[in-house]
């Protein structure tokens, strides 16, 4: 049977770094009280006349790059985002156009901070049903754009970025690849993080949209509960009904959203430090782009190795949540 596997990975932030010293200027905050509650340190953020899609398309070229692909090679790109440039346009299309990759079909993805991991399965699918494609995979946001600069409980956590992976058929060793995945989504709580202004529920101007609504807005300690419960479960599910037990894990890379977060799953799932991938403290939470970005850094930082058991997993507004498996 065919497996499919990441071929190769790109990421690309904006220079532009806003500390949490910046952002004590900025709004009733401290360096300290971030640093406790989130782990976050600084984070990258667009400057004006950049557009998250200028990223996208630089991760996707080290990613082809790295890949030995060719653009016109590409059948298919799919880019997870909730912050495409445009509504119309997609992301995927800016990025097809700025490659160059001809042949390649390209729509966006909308699932919150799971979306890579949806794109990644969707990818795998693709690949096993046609062993010689190649799929772009890019999570790409430019979440500093939607965010209320002026609400502390949400603007220390954001920032902006791009990751890409390549995606195709495993050829040597052949057990490299994906394993399985699990997707999910729990649509009751969606009322915990919005972005509801640009969305067709309303005309553009609508008096009845309260100015707020076009930022993004959470209740961040309800998120929080239902991340940590959701992504041991997905975890553990995805490790036993593999065969395999925690112990086999050779790195567990989640969404970076909150450090306490990852602290408590590392916790509950009994892992040491050493296998828990953490570079919250450069990015903030970067939604889609988070997962991509954390799995670059960690096979560039050789934390990641070749033959490792890597597990992925998100959780996301809407709710949304995911999880892959893979042999790296
Ligand atoms: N600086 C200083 N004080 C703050 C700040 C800040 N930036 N933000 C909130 N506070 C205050 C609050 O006002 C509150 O004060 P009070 O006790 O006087 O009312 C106090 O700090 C505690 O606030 P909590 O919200 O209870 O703090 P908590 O420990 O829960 O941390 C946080 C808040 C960091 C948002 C946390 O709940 C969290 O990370 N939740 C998960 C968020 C998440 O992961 N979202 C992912 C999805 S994001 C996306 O999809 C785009």
Redesign the pocket.
């Known amino acids: 049977t065919v497996r499919s596997t990441i071929l190769g990975m790109g990421m690309a932030v904006p220079p532009k770094v806003l500390t949490n010293h910046d952002l004590e200027k900025m709004?009733?905050?401290?360096d300290a009280?971030?640093t406790e509650?989130?782990g976050i340190k600084e984070r990258h953020i667009l400057e004006d006349g950049e557009n998250i899609s200028q990223y996208a398309i630089k991760a996707s070229k080290e990613a082809l790059e790295r890949a030995g692909i060719s653009p016109e090679d590409l059948n298919l790109i799919i880019c997870a985002t909730v912050t495409p440039d445009y509504l119309i346009p997609s992301l995927a299309v800016l990025v097809q156009e700025g490659l160059g990759a001809l042949r390649a079909g390209a729509f966006d993805l909308s699932a919150?901070?799971s979306g890579f991991v949806y794109a990644l399965s969707i990818a795998d699918q693709f690949v096993k049903a046609n062993p010689e494609w190649k799929v772009l995979v890019v999570g790409a946001e430019a979440?500093s754009r939607k965010t209320n600069w002026q609400d502390?409980?949400i603007c220390?956590?954001?920032g902006d970025g791009a990751g890409a992976a390549v995606v195709g058929k495993s050829t040597k060793p052949s057990q490299k690849g994906i394993i399985d995945f699990i997707l999910g989504a729990d649509g009751s709580k969606w009322p915990l993080?919005t972005l509801k202004g640009g969305g067709s529920a309303f005309f553009p101007f609508d008096d009845r949209l309260p100015k707020e609504e076009y930022y993004?807005k959470?209740q961040?300690?309800e998120?929080?509960k239902f991340?940590t419960r959701v992504m041991e479960r997905l975890a553990l599910e995805l490790l036993e009904r593999n065969g395999f037990s925690k112990e086999d894990l050779d790195l567990l890379v989640p969404h970076q959203?909150?450090l306490?977060?990852i602290e408590y799953l590392r916790d509950r799932l009994n892992l040491p430090k050493e296998k828990v991938f953490v570079n919250i403290d450069k990015y903030g939470?970067t939604?889609a782009a988070s997962i991509p970005i954390a799995l670059y850094e960690a096979e560039k930082e050789g934390v990641l190795k070749e033959g490792d058991l890597v597990l992925l997993v998100a959780?996301?507004?809407g709710f949304t949540f995911g999880g892959v498996l893979l042999r790296w």
């Open positions: 709004v009733e905050t401290s009280w971030i509650r989130t919150t901070c979440l502390r409980s220390v956590l954001l993080l993004i959470m961040g300690r998120v929080f991340a959203a909150n306490r977060i939470n939604s959780f996301g507004g």
